[in-house]
């Protein structure tokens, strides 16, 4: 299983993804976001959701069945835990005034 480095990136737009440091590192970019409403906190959880589900092969099919392996399952769970981690922080960060 994948051992995921999350990073929440603050990178100017959504699309303007670098190739990541390592294979195993998910970057989600938020700078274009206002997170300081409930629209912009939305919208990046919504990132969060459809990075770790495509970074975890949450979605994709396997022959035969709909269900997605025990390793997605335990993947997408331990990095949704992470990056929600790091967005808490963020958001923590931002409320102090950082």
Request: hydrophobic share 40%; glycine share 6%; proline share 3%.
């Amino acid at each position: 299983m994948k051992r995921p480095l999350v990073v929440l990136a603050a990178v100017a737009a959504f699309g303007a993804t670098a190739a990541p440091a390592y294979a195993d590192t998910l970057s989600i970019p938020y700078r274009d976001l206002d997170l300081s409403t409930a629209e912009g906190q939305k919208a990046l959880d919504r990132r969060i959701d459809v990075a770790v589900r495509e970074f975890c092969a949450l979605d994709q099919q396997l022959t035969g069945t709909r269900i997605a392996t025990r390793e997605s399952r335990k993947c997408y769970a331990e990095t949704r835990r992470q990056a929600d981690k790091q967005f808490a922080a963020i958001m923590d960060e931002q409320r102090v005034g950082g």
